[in-house]
């Protein structure tokens, strides 16, 4: 095989892997289904978080708070809600939301777990 | 003989092709896919979908925000938001979580269904300085609150009394009366059954037990707690699971020798000796028919 055949062959490969690359990225993806909470969109994430503190306005119960807030990933429930604190005020929330989102905040920076409390 | 040759290497320039497309593929599919970092909660696994539900009523029980609590489960991309919370909350008291924990669910699909927030708090006051659009809910929320529980009594018109001149008129009654309240009964008086009804229908389900709950103004009423007994066991449940049925309607499926007897847990109305009724097709065949009880507040 000469060498303008193998540079033929090699183009045509180049030209395959681009063609595989196109449609497996931009015109059939992988479509993910069954997606964990810890990669909603920002403002998704914050929207839950903010349920989360207006519920917790008329339960009082930070250990069903801090529950609901472990499904958006490993980070400790204070650290989320400081996060959507700082989201909430740069998106103009309005002020109860902020409120209650600060009163989550303290709640959760107050929280003990159970299986963590002295004896 | 050339011919032959230029056949080969467009095969092998096609072979190429195919195996660049493949090994782009297996790359793009399989070593490097397209990573999701902003996903949307209608793709959330369906466990967190269901936490999700459970947030959202949970806030809902908190604000009574019934149209975010709509828009916020519409980001589910649930075909029917509606019955798939019905649905959960039967899934969860069958797997034993207590009514408690249920409640939230039931009450935002049986307001979902009425479009109207059933129980308005001082929360959703405090909500009319929100941009959202809570205001219109709020205003809505007072208005069927203030109709509720007070009737008016017309202003009668005032009599004119013509003495000897009658130019000046003398109004005799000049005090408008106020209106009068009517006691409303609270969510725990109790029910009494007003209703005890055989149902015939061919092709329905044999001994169906169906309920309904009506507080004093022949509105139906969810959450409300049955206990079916009989001789070997009972069961428990709720009003307000089925809310394309109704919000006050629950039922249950009775054997046909068995002889039950049911009661409302709140105010104790009793009604024993239930059996499933026999009923009689055109053509004199006899079948297992169904019962209704219907049970309302004074």
């Known amino acids: ?114 299986g963590n409390a002295n004896p | 003989m050339s011919r032959l040759n230029l056949r080969s290497q467009i095969l092998h320039i096609l072979l190429a092709l195919l195996v660049g497309l493949g090994l782009g593929l297996v790359y793009s599919w399989f070593l490097s896919p397209v990573t999701y970092v902003d996903a949307n909660p209608a793709i959330l696994r369906s466990d967190f979908k269901d936490q999700y539900r459970i947030v959202i009523a949970a806030s809902y029980a908190a604000t009574q925000n019934l149209d975010r609590a709509r828009v916020r489960l519409e980001l589910l991309g649930d075909i029917d938001p509606v019955g798939e919370l019905s649905a959960q909350a039967q899934r969860m008291l069958a797997s034993g979580e207590p009514f408690d924990k249920v409640r939230p669910l039931a009450q935002l ?30 205003v809505t929320e007072t208005q069927t609150a203030e109709t509720a529980s007070i009737e008016e009594t017309p202003t009668p018109f005032p009599t004119i009394i013509f003495e000897q001149t009658p130019i000046t008129p003398v109004v005799a009654e000049t005090n408008t009366p106020r209106p009068t309240f009517t006691p409303v009964p609270g969510p725990g008086a109790p029910f009494t059954l007003v209703g005890q009804d055989t149902v015939c229908v061919p092709g329905t389900q044999e001994g169906l037990l169906q309920f309904i709950f009506m507080d ?69 065949i006899s079948y297992p028919g169904g019962l209704l009880l219907t049970f309302q507040q004074p």
Not at chain 1, 17 to 39: F, H, M, R, S, T
Not at chain 1, 51 to 68: C, G, L, N, P, W
């Open chain 2, 216 to 284: 004093g103004r022949r509105k139906q009423v969810a959450g409300i707690e049955i206990i079916v007994t009989w001789s070997q066991g009972e069961d428990r449940f709720f009003t307000g699971f089925k809310p394309e049925l109704g919000n006050g309607y629950a039922d249950f499926i009775m054997d046909a020798d068995t002889v039950y007897s049911v009661r409302v847990v709140a105010g104790g109305a009793f009604v024993p000796d239930i059996v499933t009724p026999t009923c009689t097709d055109p053509n004199g």
């Open chain 1, 1 to 114: 095989m000469t060498s303008s055949n193998l540079i033929k062959l090699a183009i045509a490969a180049l030209i395959g892997i681009a063609l595989g690359l196109v449609y497996g990225w931009v015109v059939d993806p992988i479509e993910y289904k069954d997606v964990p909470p810890n990669i909603l969109r920002a403002d998704y994430r914050a929207d839950y978080v903010l349920m989360v503190a207006e519920a917790y306005q008329k339960e009082i119960d930070s250990e069903t708070a801090a529950r609901r807030l472990a499904v958006l990933g490993g980070e400790s429930p204070a650290l989320v809600v400081a996060s959507t604190l700082e989201y909430a005020k740069q998106n103009a929330f309005a002020q109860n939301e902020i409120q209650a989102l600060q009163d989550l905040l303290t709640a959760m920076q107050t929280y003990q777990p159970q």
């Open chain 2, 109 to 138: 699909a049986t307001d979902l269904n009425n479009g109207f927030a059933s129980i308005p708090t001082p929360t959703s006051f405090t909500l009319l300085n929100t941009p959202q659009g809570d205001s219109v809910i709020s």
